[in-house]
């Protein structure tokens, strides 16, 4: 039986039509759709469909980065489909694991997706060294300038405002408040 396989990461706005239809014109019966990051290992859907495979079925996938993004956990999941007697095919690489070509095919595909990943994470690396290089600081912008954790401070300190009251005046939660506050006395000590 061919078992199909479709993902698409976590928050894309993406959906698996495409894949689901290639699937479908491939001939798979049985459909098995998630929702969630390629390098990730706790993907229930597929934990099924593995747990599922039987001798002489074949897992298919519309491509090879569906199944995984790490070259480790593609081997282990072809060690996997390997043990359950099925095979594996992928459609956009047209590698079939019933094969012997198709088996080398594979491996060697796997290890040109982990080297893209493994680019892509030093780039990215090197990326943010240039920039704080450069005095730029990523991640998010401080809510609260020092001027205004001041009068927070001083303002709950005084007992002009209570604490929840500033929370609410500038769109913050209250154990924020109260670290402001400690650590507005703490510099006045």
């Known amino acids: 039986m061919l078992l199909g396989y479709a993902r698409v990461s976590k928050g894309d706005d993406q959906n698996n039509a495409m894949q689901i239809k290639a699937l479908k014109v491939a001939g798979c019966r049985r459909l098995f759709e998630e929702t969630a990051s ?3 290992w706790d993907r229930p859907e597929l934990q099924r469909l593995l747990d599922q495979l039987r001798e ?6 519309w491509k090879l980065d569906r199944l995984s993004r790490s070259l480790k956990d593609l081997l282990h999941i072809m ?11 992928s459609i956009t690489e047209n590698i079939d694991t019933t094969t012997p070509a198709g088996r080398m095919m ?11 990943r493994a680019m892509i994470r030093e780039r990215t690396s ?3 060294a240039a920039a704080r290089a450069e005095g730029r ?17 001083e303002s709950v300190i005084s007992g002009r405002k209570s604490g929840a009251d500033m ?3 500038y769109g913050v939660s209250q154990p924020t408040v109260s670290r402001i506050v400690a650590a507005y006395l703490t510099n006045q000590a």
């Open 79 to 89: 060690e996997r489909i390997g043990n359950a007697g099925a095979g594996f095919r």
């Open 126 to 128: 090197a990326g943010l």
């Open 137 to 153: 600081i990523g991640g998010r912008r401080k809510k609260l300038d020092a001027a205004k954790r001041r009068e927070i401070a």
């Open 106 to 116: 594979m491996q060697m595909v796997g290890a040109f997706a982990e080297f893209e």
């Open 38 to 40: 390629g390098s990730r």
């Open 167 to 169: 929370a609410r005046l």
């Open 56 to 61: 002489g079925d074949t897992l298919v996938v």
